[in-house]
């Protein structure tokens, strides 16, 4: 073979002006489309590093509250005191504050009041975060640093809090404030009442997160968007009627005086159990005589919790309260009598903290009590909101869903009001197995895991569709950008891509790493990235920051001159995953084989050289129907 001059040529090419070189080739003006080119994501630190770790420098603020707090059943009204101290662990010194002030959601000047948006519905739940008629809106009576009142500025539902002098690095104040409102019948779809049931959240002047990605995250609840918070502790003394029992965060500080010996002797052998104890029997709820110390009055009950982002608490005067132990966890349900399906809601709970804590992490707090009642579902530390739905599948549904929120966002701190996919959609995702175990041997434990790829055509309409990045009160179909399309894109991940096992190891180190810290986006995709060991940006791209779609297809099969045979596969959409092909030969033999995604590096056409000389009679691509193929019609050969 003659050898070309290439020293020769290289001499030429370097007397060739560089602008004159770019303008011949173009190569300036080509952007890099391969699928598998970098994500721009912001430049790691020593603060959140390469690997998607917190860093050595790793930071986040702290705020502790002390609040006593009365509920007037007859004026329908809290009516709170307290305060909060602020650690600023930043490296900044902070001119100002900024709180949320939610319970002026709805002000009759809010945005949700002046919108009175249409609810959300989510297949057979309605989700209503306008205010429903409700004129409400809290008042702050004084708020103070050191006896002095601030200098303070709102904006519907945040609170703009100027110091005297900036907080320095490493300093602290202790902030406090006077507060009371009315109870909405249902506030944004997550607190209120019915009747003299009271679940109340967002109750109390709370501090933004200010964190080294954004500084201030200080974007207003509307509605749709969910909780930012930061961690610390809480002491919290509520005063009720006598005749009230209460569920709250944290642990129960006074049980001697608002337990009778009857329920704290049953609590004991709950505690001991792992099948549900009465500790209200349905033949006591609603008689204070008999499930109250004492039955005129008030009483008050205290209330502490370590390393939370929240409190709420839930308080009525007929519940039906049973309890079991899950491994020192006491499991608590707190229902109406006329709740008949909830007598299984203990087993569904136990069930749930179970799964979760031992297949990801487990659970860290005492007690996961949830309550039923109006709200629709929410979820707070240790503490759920739960409605009394129709069918058994639907109760455990939303019981398990609620408490997968105690590990997104509660353990795991993301941002909610901008990023639900790392929440709802996380959660999602781990309960759709725990429904699956639940109800293992039913059609419906049998086919819940597929549910989420069964939505993909109604949801995933081109020019309705919006990426998964999109803030939630700008999502037109939060069911599917929020819920259940991050879920699919787990699912894919986890059995298509990874593999359980690669998978499971990968997630449950995002989970360790960034227990009860705020991690973004960018922390996940370099965790995942890191302890999995393959590179995934093709992967985010497509499902998190587009609307791709995928359409894998089998263009042709072609005997080669030895003998065997070649497939030719084309990638005609715009995601890339891996393919499987289910290949059938001549003797009716079926084998499947399964190709990475690397099969795309060099473009959308692959030519599979398939081993042997065996004549093959079909080819079916995907032949589980496990991917969100949009076009089945060019999956199989012959057509």
């Given at each position: 073979?003659?050898?070309?001059?290439?020293?020769?040529?290289?001499?030429?090419?370097?007397?060739?002006?560089?602008?004159?070189?770019?303008?011949?080739?173009?190569?300036?003006?080509?952007?890099?489309?391969?699928?598998?080119?970098?994500?721009?994501?912001?430049?790691?630190?020593?603060?959140?590093?390469?690997?998607?770790?917190?860093?050595?420098?790793?930071?986040?603020?702290?705020?502790?509250?002390?609040?006593?707090?009365?509920?007037?059943?007859?004026?329908?009204?809290?009516?709170?005191?307290?305060?909060?101290?602020?650690?600023?662990?930043?490296?900044?010194?902070?001119?100002?504050?900024?709180?949320?002030?939610?319970?002026?959601?709805?002000?009759?000047?809010?945005?949700?009041?002046?919108?009175?948006?249409?609810?959300?519905?989510?297949?057979?739940?309605?989700?209503?975060?306008?205010?429903?008629?409700?004129?409400?809106?809290?008042?702050?009576?004084?708020?103070?640093?050191?006896?002095?009142?601030?200098?303070?500025?709102?904006y519907g539902t945040t609170l703009r809090v100027d110091l005297a002098r900036p907080l320095a690095p490493g300093d602290s104040l202790d902030l406090e404030m006077g507060w009371h409102f009315n109870v909405p019948p249902q506030g944004g779809g997550r607190m209120g009442h019915d009747g003299p049931l009271y679940e109340i959240?967002?109750?109390?002047?709370?501090?933004?997160?200010?964190?080294?990605?954004?500084?201030?995250?200080?974007?207003?609840?509307?509605?749709?968007?969910?909780?930012?918070?930061?961690?610390?502790?809480?002491?919290?003394?509520?005063?009720?009627?006598?005749?009230?029992?209460?569920?709250?965060?944290?642990?129960?500080?006074?049980?001697?005086?608002?337990?009778?010996?009857?329920?704290?002797?049953?609590?004991?052998?709950?505690?001991?159990?792992?099948?549900?104890?009465?500790?209200?029997?349905?033949?006591?709820?609603?008689?204070?005589?008999?499930?109250?110390?004492?039955?005129?009055?008030?009483?008050?009950?205290?209330?502490?919790?370590?390393?939370?982002?929240?409190?709420?608490?839930?308080?009525?005067?007929?519940?039906?309260?049973?309890?079991?132990?899950?491994?020192?966890?006491?499991?608590?349900?707190?229902?109406?009598?006329?709740?008949?399906?909830?007598?299984?809601?203990?087993?569904?709970?136990?069930?749930?903290?179970?799964?979760?804590?031992?297949?990801?992490?487990?659970?860290?707090?005492?007690?996961?009590?949830?309550?039923?009642?109006?709200?629709?579902?929410?979820?707070?530390?240790?503490?759920?909101?739960?409605?009394?739905?129709?069918?058994?599948?639907?109760?455990?549904?939303?019981?398990?869903?609620?408490?997968?929120?105690?590990?997104?966002?509660?353990?795991?701190?993301?941002?909610?009001?901008?990023?639900?996919?790392?929440?709802?959609?996380?959660?999602?995702?781990?309960?759709?197995?725990?429904?699956?175990?639940?109800?293992?041997?039913?059609?419906?434990?049998?086919?819940?895991?597929?549910?989420?790829?069964?939505?993909y055509a109604d949801h995933a309409v081109p020019g309705n569709e919006q990426p998964l990045i999109t803030k939630p009160t700008e999502v037109r179909d939060l069911f599917w950008g929020g819920y259940q399309k991050p879920a699919l894109m787990m699912q894919t991940l986890r059995c298509e891509v990874l593999g359980p096992e690669?998978?499971?190891?990968?997630?449950?180190?995002?989970?360790?790493?960034?227990?009860?810290?705020?991690?973004?986006?960018?922390?996940?995709?370099?965790?995942?990235?890191?302890?999995?060991?393959?590179?995934?940006?093709?992967?985010?791209?497509?499902?998190?920051?587009?609307?791709?779609?995928?359409?894998?297809?089998?263009?042709?099969?072609?005997?080669?001159?030895?003998?065997?045979?070649?497939?030719?596969?084309?990638?005609?959409?715009?995601?890339?995953?891996?393919?499987?092909?289910?290949?059938?030969?001549?003797?009716?033999?079926?084998?499947?084989?399964?190709?990475?995604?690397?099969?795309?590096?060099?473009?959308?056409?692959?030519?599979?050289?398939?081993?042997?000389?065996?004549?093959?009679?079909?080819?079916?691509?995907?032949?589980?129907?496990?991917?969100?193929?949009?076009?089945?019609?060019?999956?199989?050969?012959?057509?």
């Amino acid at each position: 073979m003659r050898i070309p001059n290439l020293f020769g040529v290289a001499c030429v090419l370097a007397t060739v002006p560089l602008a004159a070189l770019r303008a011949q080739s173009g190569a300036a003006g080509v952007a890099d489309s391969s699928p598998f080119r970098p994500l721009t994501l912001p430049a790691p630190n020593d603060v959140r590093t390469g690997s998607g770790r917190p860093g050595a420098h790793y930071w986040q603020q702290r705020a502790s509250y002390r609040l006593n707090a009365t509920l007037d059943p007859d004026k329908n009204e809290v009516r709170g005191r307290g305060a909060i101290h602020y650690v600023n662990r930043s490296p900044d010194a902070l001119p100002y504050l900024w709180l949320f002030v939610e319970q002026n959601l709805c002000e009759p000047a809010s945005i949700t009041n002046l919108l009175n948006q249409p609810p959300l519905v989510f297949l057979g739940s309605t989700f209503d975060f306008s205010c429903q008629g409700f004129a409400g809106g809290g008042t702050l009576e004084s708020m103070k640093i050191r006896g002095a009142e601030v200098k303070r500025t709102r904006y519907g539902t945040t609170l703009r809090v100027d110091l005297a002098r900036p907080l320095a690095p490493g300093d602290s104040l202790d902030l406090e404030m006077g507060w009371h409102f009315n109870v909405p019948p249902q506030g944004g779809g997550r607190m209120g009442h019915d009747g003299p049931l009271y679940e109340i959240a967002q109750w109390y002047p709370r501090m933004v997160v200010y964190d080294d990605v954004r500084g201030w995250n200080h974007e207003p609840y509307i509605g749709a968007g969910e909780f930012y918070l930061e961690y610390g502790s809480f002491d919290v003394s509520l005063t009720v009627p006598a005749g009230y029992l209460v569920a709250a965060t944290g642990e129960l500080a006074n049980p001697l005086q608002v337990l009778t010996a009857p329920q704290r002797a049953r609590l004991a052998l709950a505690r001991r159990s792992d099948t549900a104890v009465a500790i209200v029997t349905a033949a006591e709820a609603g008689q204070a005589a008999r499930t109250r110390p004492v039955t005129t009055g008030t009483m008050t009950w205290h209330f502490t919790a370590k390393n939370v982002r929240d409190f709420a608490f839930a308080a009525g005067p007929n519940f039906r309260w049973d309890a079991s132990d899950y491994d020192g966890i006491l499991i608590e349900t707190f229902y109406r009598p006329k709740a008949t399906g909830w007598v299984e809601a203990n087993r569904m709970s136990r069930e749930a903290i179970k799964y979760f804590s031992e297949q990801w992490y487990r659970y860290p707090y005492s007690h996961a009590t949830t309550i039923e009642g109006p709200i629709e579902g929410m979820e707070y530390p240790m503490l759920t909101f739960v409605p009394a739905s129709p069918s058994r599948e639907e109760l455990q549904w939303v019981v398990a869903h609620e408490f997968g929120h105690e590990w997104f966002p509660m353990i795991v701190g993301s941002n909610e009001r901008l990023y639900p996919w790392m929440d709802e959609g996380f959660n999602t995702f781990i309960d759709l197995a725990n429904a699956a175990k639940y109800f293992k041997g039913t059609a419906y434990g049998d086919s819940i895991e597929v549910h989420p790829l069964h939505l993909y055509a109604d949801h995933a309409v081109p020019g309705n569709e919006q990426p998964l990045i999109t803030k939630p009160t700008e999502v037109r179909d939060l069911f599917w950008g929020g819920y259940q399309k991050p879920a699919l894109m787990m699912q894919t991940l986890r059995c298509e891509v990874l593999g359980p096992e690669r998978f499971d190891a990968a997630f449950r180190e995002y989970i360790r790493a960034w227990a009860f810290k705020h991690p973004t986006p960018a922390d996940f995709f370099r965790m995942m990235r890191d302890a999995s060991g393959m590179e995934l940006d093709w992967f985010w791209r497509g499902w998190v920051f587009t609307t791709a779609r995928l359409d894998q297809a089998i263009d042709s099969v072609a005997t080669r001159r030895d003998g065997g045979t070649t497939i030719y596969l084309s990638n005609r959409g715009t995601m890339v995953l891996p393919a499987e092909l289910a290949i059938t030969f001549a003797d009716g033999r079926i084998t499947t084989v399964k190709l990475p995604v690397e099969m795309w590096n060099l473009g959308s056409s692959f030519a599979y050289r398939l081993p042997g000389t065996m004549h093959v009679t079909a080819v079916t691509l995907d032949p589980r129907k496990a991917l969100p193929d949009i076009n089945r019609a060019n999956n199989s050969w012959p057509r």
